[in-house]
């Protein structure tokens, strides 16, 4: 079965520094990935996704991630942090051939400290 | 602009009743999903619909129920069967059948509170 794995619950950063979210996925074949920002209290926006070709992908408010198939996993990353980045991430994987079953991670809350 | 809205933004409800949350989508998608979110749970799939008057159980659909009588709505309606119903509710719609097909467009969620 498909699973999604953020080891980690909390991270703090400080404002400037550079970050790196973890995700590992496990799926027999290769997924569809997506990396979803939320704030509080607000419903999830897409970041990212990787759906086939370049490894590394880029996203909006200066994200990216990197698919490593050889690892199952698809880091977020980001040089530079802002204050306006604190909120909960999640990692998700599809299905290639069912459009109904997205697998969500368990999130990964990001404190900024100034 | 096109978007998911859901109403209402919070809802009180005592133990036993039977409540409706609305999710409304102008992006002309034909999927549509309601997903249960716990703290430190991530998302949990209740149902999902990819067309009109059909709809399948996701992982928790116990004590929930949706119809899809018009592609724009997918209601759900939470009963008094639930056991544990607390909790934030996020409409989602998607494409279907093509590369754009699992990335999901969310509403801004409905939290619902069981006094």
């Known amino acids: 079965a498909q699973s999604v794995t953020q080891p980690d619950i909390h991270i703090t950063v400080s404002e400037g520094a550079s970050l790196e979210l973890r995700c590992n996925y496990s799926?027999?074949?290769?997924?569809?990935l997506f990396w979803y920002v939320q704030s509080p209290g607000q419903g999830l926006q897409l970041l990212l996704k990787?759906?086939?070709?370049?490894?590394l992908v880029q996203g909006i408010k200066g994200f990216e991630a990197e698919f490593k198939r050889s690892q199952s996993s698809f880091n977020l990353r980001k040089p530079s942090v802002h204050w306006s980045d604190a909120a909960e991430y999640f990692c998700?994987?599809?299905?290639?051939?069912?459009?109904?079953?997205?697998?969500f991670g368990k999130g990964t809350r990001l404190h900024i400290l100034p | 602009d096109g978007g998911i809205t859901q109403s209402p933004k919070y809802l009180f409800r005592k133990e036993g009743q039977n409540v409706t949350l609305s999710c409304e989508q102008n992006?002309?998608?034909?999927?549509m999903y309601w997903y249960r979110q716990d703290p430190g749970q991530g998302l949990r799939l209740i149902y999902y619909?990819?067309?009109?008057?059909?709809?399948q159980k996701g992982d928790i659909a116990e004590g929930y129920s949706v119809s899809r009588e018009k592609k724009e709505s997918f209601p759900l309606t939470v009963t008094s069967a639930q056991k544990n119903p607390t909790a934030f509710y996020l409409c989602?719609?998607?494409?279907?059948?093509?590369?754009?097909?699992?990335?999901?467009?969310f509403g801004a969620g409905s939290r619902l509170t069981v006094l």
């Open positions: 989602a719609s998607s494409i279907v059948g093509s590369s754009g097909a699992n990335v999901l467009t």
């Open positions: 799926y027999g074949a290769t997924p569809y």
């Open positions: 990787y759906f086939s070709g370049d490894t």
């Open positions: 998700a994987v599809a299905d290639m051939n069912r459009d109904d079953k997205i697998i």
């Open positions: 992006l002309n998608h034909d999927a």
């Open positions: 619909s990819q067309i009109v008057n059909d709809f």
